[in-house]
């Protein structure tokens, strides 16, 4: 059974940068999606960003279009997610997920994921 676990947050001033890390152990056949989802206090989670790791392809939402990156290292089965130019609505729990799914299309919807990690939390302050 794969699991997967998420580490980098903490606490930085907007404009700041932090880099995330989802880092994946045990096996599961057939992850072709594994995404970044963040959830605020009394909001629902949602979609930030995926990455499908065979064909490298990689999705965003608009909001953070151009600041945040998702990329990965195959070799040490880490996902990271790069955040630039943090904003104060950026502040959130932030999650990583793993589905056996093919991103394009799908990526957005929590329930088609079937691993999730515990989170780590990010915080920005002006």
């Known amino acids: 059974q794969m699991t997967v676990a998420e580490s980098g947050g903490g606490s930085v001033q907007a404009g700041g940068s932090l880099r995330l890390s989802c880092s994946r152990s045990g096996w599961m056949e057939n992850v072709n999606c594994i995404a970044w989802f963040r959830q605020r206090p009394g909001e629902e989670r949602e979609e930030v960003a995926a990455i499908s790791p065979q064909a490298r392809s990689t999705y965003y939402v608009d909001s953070v279009k151009g600041r945040f990156a998702i990329s990965q290292d195959i070799d040490r089965n880490i996902i990271y997610l790069q955040l630039n130019s943090l904003k104060l609505e950026d502040s959130a729990t932030y999650y990583c997920?793993?589905?056996?799914?093919?991103?394009?299309?799908?990526?957005?919807?929590?329930?088609?994921?079937?691993?999730w990690g515990q989170g780590t939390q990010v915080t920005v302050s002006s």
């Open positions: 997920a793993a589905g056996q799914f093919i991103c394009a299309g799908r990526w957005r919807s929590g329930p088609n994921y079937s691993v």
